[in-house]
């Protein structure tokens, strides 16, 4: 005699989660928050017609009077070429700190904790005025930049030591049993692995980089905040000024968000499940 068959199930009903899938989910999150936010700022009683006359100027859609660029262009700029000097000095004071050279470790360890000790505005007010007294006189944005760089240089050499100390000892060793040497080691083994551990905190310092310029604004320069307090002056409509900034800067870092994830995605190929 055959084993009675269990009896089908009925069908669960989705619940209301199972709806949508995941993606679709997210982006309505996304919606639903920023049009909280819209609401949240349009209840300023903004005046949209400062705000479509200055953007432009905000933006970098038009140089400053000197010719030069200006708003979002210009803080793109010093952030750029922050961004490069800052990666150039944060590896050598890694590669410092895990050198075996007292002097080379004496200078990396006195350089991230100067820098990572005191306050970025300062550390711009004694460049931009303290060179001076030294017979080089920089101008404000080579201030600002030297600055910048300075500064997130500290934090970026921590963050490169760690990845590469994170990267097992056993690939180095699989590496020197193959024959290659120190800096292939280094170049073709250690590092692509470090970097998976790197891009995430690195990022996130740029971005951080990104706000902080507004602090080179003190010296003058024409970048987002700079224009924003001064037609908010002039205009005697802050908020206006101060969210057209504020919404400028979100855009920014969004687009340094997607290039977070890109290179997210490129170095983290061989470790995908």
Request: hydrophobic residues 55%; proline residues 5%; positive net charge.
């Amino acid at each position: 005699m055959s084993a009675q068959q269990p009896a089908p199930r009925p069908a669960v009903k989705a619940s209301g989660t199972q709806l949508f899938g995941f993606r679709t989910r997210l982006y309505l999150t996304w919606v639903g928050l920023f049009v909280l936010f819209a609401a949240f700022f349009l209840s300023f009683d903004l005046k949209f017609s400062i705000i479509v006359e200055k953007f432009p100027y905000l933006a970098g859609f038009k140089l400053g009077p000197n010719g030069f660029l200006q708003g979002a262009a210009l803080t793109l700029f010093l952030c750029l070429c922050s961004i490069v000097v800052s990666v150039a000095l944060g590896f050598a004071a890694a590669l410092a700190r895990l050198s075996s050279s007292a002097v080379l470790l004496g200078i990396a360890s006195f350089y991230t904790s100067f820098f990572r000790g005191t306050p970025l505005l300062i550390q711009i007010l004694l460049i931009y005025l303290g060179l001076p007294q030294l017979g080089v006189v920089p101008g404000a944005i080579s201030a600002g930049i030297i600055a910048l760089s300075l500064n997130y240089g500290a934090y970026l050499s921590e963050i490169f030591r760690a990845g590469i100390l994170g990267v097992a000892p056993g690939q180095r060793q699989a590496a020197m049993a193959l024959g290659l040497g120190p800096a292939q080691i280094f170049w073709h083994v250690t590092l692509p692995q470090a970097m998976r551990t790197i891009i995430p905190p690195s990022a996130n310092q740029f971005i951080s980089m990104l706000k902080d310029s507004s602090l080179i604004s003190v010296m003058g320069v024409w970048e987002v905040m700079f224009l924003a307090q001064s037609y908010g002056r002039s205009s005697y409509r802050y908020l206006e000024m101060l969210t057209t900034a504020a919404v400028i800067y979100w855009v920014l870092s969004i687009l340094l968000e997607l290039v977070q994830a890109k290179l997210e995605r490129h170095f983290g190929k061989g470790y995908q499940q």
